[in-house]
């Protein structure tokens, strides 16, 4: 469990409904807005008040100001009273102080408010850090009270130590952009879908579920602890649910590929029609040969749209899953230095050629005919080297990575492990391709592309991966070419050396594995 633990105050220790509610509806009142229900104000139970007033009321930054200071009239005098403290609440502080664990408060009240708070209900003395806002407006964003915290606290360098604990998503995402966890309390004003979607990694229902922070909570069995305290990952899904949730990823890019075809197969035939009816021919090699001009920029453009699309799921996917909603924010857990990539691009221009040496010996070609790098060769001819390598080396490979590693694999890891995960992802990639030869080499660097993410955790690894292959599938056979200077001996040392290279690599991640991953 986290050492050093940081609460929210308002919702969390402290149920401050009714003062927050009441002093915002006298601040309204000021500008003429009438507010009778003051549930409907409990939205400004934990936000920064400037930030709030402005998003419900559609207050300029001016009126909002305004609004705070006449909100700190009746607040300073009557509503920090009307406050009072979550039943047991003092009993978790006692349990953990007992415990040993280091407790502090993070809060967007003002700090002044927040000690004067504190003292009132004698909880100060289980607290050796109190960080909340400054009056004069500035670290109301929750991420930089944390941070200031964390300073206070020494623990910058020692960030999977320490916990946030609060009741809305503001303490979720402030807590992640400062690289730490945070745990929900859906007794207070967020409530669980609240906390779920920002990225909670567990939401207890009670304050007597917070004693599991101590490392036990003597009053309920282990069985209904887990009930009760629930880890928030993808758990509950049908088998029908799972299945899409695998599936969809590639349907996006199939999907956005069928879009444009259609386009420009109705531009196509437009053109045809309007040929025929001016008299003139239509000659279809000129047209297939526009197809082939054509099919790399259409790749291109694909890959345009479905990466800011395919990224927002794999975003969402992220903090759902505690591991990596830590991983993928500002001082993530995940650190692979510049040798790793280095390593990383060595070891798949070598598993590619190898690849491709395989696929020669076995016959493959001879085996399925219809396939030929032609095609290939017609299609990368010709093109301007920018749409080469902007489409082929670098587009390209980062819309299949998060198509395939970074939304498939992760969740294929989620429901069956990584053994499964990885060889399922990486058949699924290798019948992407739509013929034999291009899925058994897909497939089988898909196999490293999946080991190499489930061994480092970073899906920027495996797009460093995707991208060293295929620029080497472009330019690689040219440099083997002048490297073996024709000669089949010298071809052949340079393929046991690329063998040796691909050993190396893979020891040095299997060896430094918890190396790469602090």
Known sequence: MSEVILFDLDGTLTDSGEGITKSVQYALQHFGIEEPD??????FVGPPLKEQFMKYCRFTEKQAEIA??????????KGIYENKLYEGIESVLRL????????????????????????????????????????????????????????????????????????????????LKCGLQCVGVAYGYGGIYELETAGAVYIAQTVEDLKILAGT????????????????RMKNESILTKIWRILYPMGIHYGISLVLSVCAGLFIGVWYGVSQSAGQGFDLEIMNNYIYKSALLMTGIVSVISIPILYWFYRKDCIRRRYESLGQQKGSAVSVNIITYIVTAVLMISVSQLTNELIEITGLYELFPYYTSEVSEKIISNQPIAIIISVLIFLGPIAEELVFRGLIFKRLQDYIGTIWAVLISSLLFGMYHQNMVQF????????????????????????????AANAWSVAGPAILN????????????????????AAGAIGYFVINNKKIIR
């Open 38 to 43: 003051l549930t409907k104000l409990e939205c």
């Open 68 to 77: 705070i200071s006449v909100y700190r009239e009746r607040y300073t005098k």
């Open 482 to 501: 002048v490297i073996s200077g024709g000669n089949d001996t010298r071809y052949i040392v340079c393929l046991v050396v690329m063998a040796g290279i």
């Open 217 to 232: 909570n003597r009053k309920e069995p282990t069985s209904a602890r887990k009930e009760r305290i629930q880890p928030v």
């Open 96 to 175: 953990l102080k007992a415990k040993g664990k280091v407790l502090g408060v993070a809060s967007s009240k003002p700090t002044v408010f927040v000690k004067q708070i504190l003292e009132h209900f004698q909880l100060a003395q289980y607290f050796d850090v109190v960080v909340g806002a400054e009056l004069d407006g500035t670290r109301t964003k929750k991420a930089e009270v944390i941070e200031y915290a964390l300073e206070l606290l020494g623990m910058q360098n020692h960030r999977t130590d320490v916990l946030m604990v609060g009741d809305r998503s503001q303490d979720v995402e402030g807590a």
């Open 440 to 467: 058994v080499y897909a497939g089988l660097l898909g196999l490293v592309f999946a080991m190499l993410i489930s061994l480092t955790g970073s899906l920027k690894i495996t797009m460093v991966a995707h991208i």
